[in-house]
């Protein structure tokens, strides 16, 4: 069973920053992209940042500069947020088993979610 597990979210200052972690069990290895996306009140989902098997990543115009996204050995993926603004608000999700334009239909595993909320 493939399980991603968000963690990290808060609510922050805008400039402030955050660290998402999300864990990934049940996928054999770490030969498949992940990716974070985010989803505001009443708007779609977007794609944040991507990360490929190879290290290569991809990310919105509107966090390049700000967030790296990052994946280590034993298949958790990061999202580190810096200088966050009131537009960053909304609920972060983690996915799996996509490609690195971030089409939210492409992902195979999604996790739950994690609340980030940045106010001015």
């Known amino acids: 069973q493939v399980q991603l597990v968000e963690s990290g979210g808060d609510s922050v200052q805008a400039g402030g920053s955050l660290r998402l972690s999300c864990a990934v069990t049940?996928?054999?290895?770490?030969?498949?992209?992940m990716a974070w996306f985010r989803q505001a009140p009443g708007k779609e989902r977007e794609g944040v940042a991507a990360i490929d098997s190879d290290g290569s990543t991809n990310y919105a115009d509107s966090v390049q500069g700000r967030f790296t996204i990052s994946r280590d050995s034993n298949k958790s993926v990061y999202l580190r947020m810096n200088s966050l603004k009131p537009e960053d608000t909304g609920m972060y999700y983690c996915?799996?088993?996509?490609?690195?334009?971030?089409?939210?239909?492409?992902?195979?595993?999604w996790g739950q979610g994690t609340q980030v909320t940045v106010s001015s």
């Open positions: 049940g996928l054999s290895d770490g030969a498949y992209c």
């Open positions: 996915a799996a088993e996509g490609t690195p334009k971030m089409v939210a239909a492409d992902f195979g595993y």
